[in-house]
Nanobody, 117 residues
Framework: QVQLVESGGGLVQPGGSLRVSCTASGFTFSSYYMSWVRQVPGKGFEWLSRIYPGGGSPAYADSVKGRFTISRDNAKNTLYLQMNSLKPEDTALYYC??????????WGQGTQVTVSS
């Protein structure tokens, strides 16, 4: 069955960096778009970034453009999100999702990122 497992979250100071990862299994990872989505407690979900199956042409939400970088290693079935210049408002639960024609059909369990001094 499809599984997505995020890791790498934690506590970081404002202005710091963190990289979260997502390991996929149960499907042909290299054939699918993948996205990162986050949820702030008590608020809705925010789409952050999408990457093509081959790894090119990433897209970003305005809120993270220039600070976050999405990438993937298809040989390792792994998706990454490098987050730089982190702000307190980036505090959220970060999910990786399988992006099937902009329908997020499978989600991981999420990894918590907290930006605080």
């Amino acid at each position: 069955q499809v599984q997505l497992v995020e890791s790498g979250g934690g506590l970081v100071q404002p202005g710091g960096s963190l990289r979260v990862s997502c390991t996929a299994s149960g499907f042909t990872f290299s054939s699918y778009y993948m996205s990162w989505v986050r949820q702030v407690p008590g608020k809705g979900f925010e789409w952050l970034s999408r990457i093509y199956p081959g790894g090119g042409s990433p897209a970003y939400a305005d809120s993270v453009k220039g600070r976050f970088t999405i990438s993937r290693d298809n040989a390792k079935n792994t998706l990454y999100l490098q987050m730089n210049s982190l702000k307190p408002e980036d505090t959220a639960l970060y999910y990786c999702t399988r992006d099937y024609y902009s329908s997020f059909d499978y989600w991981g369990q999420g990894t918590q990122v907290t930006v605080s001094s």
